[in-house]
């Protein structure tokens, strides 16, 4: 079984601060995991993914997740927030054999000018 | 290119009502999943489709929810009758094989 937690269902950062978005999942086997971003009245957009590769990752609009195996974490930052990064944040976890995507509850990102 | 394009965007029916949910993937994606977020909670898997067969059916929440892919093209997922749990929204997805997911931007779904 998979799940993902995310801690802090509102962030309110300060434009030019810095973004951390905490994601904490549970998996039996070694999962693929991965950020969304939902902007309004849009769809899910990948961020960025980890598939057992570097553990470092970087996605668009320069954000990124560093994947820490002893944490189960996978928490995503961006040096310096932008009024554009207001949205909500998904972090998700998958099996490497499996589609199924299991997510977690979402944070929204505000950001003050 | 379009993008994954679900219809409509919002519906409201009365419970007991049946509504019918649309999905166009994009075109050559033989991925198609079918996601729900019900408030304040997790998206959830409900199916999943390649081309016109369902690969996995497990998410899906009980008899009144039907989905379909005709020709392996868009999908439809049906729900009759409607119960007011059954609010929230509705998100398809497509993609290629080991690809990444493209998302539509859901349906909004309001069971009164």
């Known amino acids: 079984a998979q799940s993902v937690t995310q801690l802090g269902s509102h962030v309110s950062v300060s434009e030019g601060a810095l973004v951390l978005l905490r994601c904490n999942y549970s998996?039996?086997?070694?999962?693929?995991l991965f950020w969304y971003v939902q902007y309004p009245n849009q769809g899910l957009q990948l961020l960025l993914k980890?598939?057992?590769?570097?553990?470092l990752v970087k996605g668009i609009n320069g954000f990124e997740a560093e994947f820490k195996k002893s944490e189960t974490s996978f928490h995503l930052t961006k040096p310096s927030a932008h009024m554009s990064d207001a949205a909500e944040y998904f972090c998700?976890?998958?099996?490497?054999?499996?589609?199924?995507?299991?997510f977690g509850a979402g944070t929204t990102v505000t950001v003050r000018a | 290119e379009a993008g994954v394009t679900q219809f409509p965007s919002h519906s409201v029916i009365e419970k007991g009502q049946t509504v019918t949910l649309r999905c166009d993937p994009i075109?050559?994606?033989?991925?198609l999943y079918w996601y729900r977020r019900v408030m304040g909670k997790e998206i959830k898997f409900l199916l999943h489709?390649?081309?016109?067969?369902?690969?996995?059916e497990s998410g899906m929440p009980n008899n009144r929810f039907l989905a379909e892919r005709t020709g392996g093209t868009y999908s439809t997922l049906k729900v009759q009758p409607a119960e007011l749990e059954d609010s929230g929204v509705y998100f398809c997805?497509?993609?290629?094989?080991?690809?990444?997911?493209?998302f539509g931007s859901g349906t909004q779904l309001s069971v009164l």
């Open positions: 998996s039996s086997v070694p999962p693929y």
């Open positions: 489709f390649v081309k016109e067969s369902k690969q996995d």
């Open positions: 998700a976890v998958r099996r490497s054999n499996d589609y199924k995507l299991s």
């Open positions: 075109s050559g994606h033989d991925n």
């Open positions: 980890y598939t057992s590769a570097a553990t």
């Open positions: 997805a497509s993609s290629q094989p080991d690809e990444k997911l493209f």
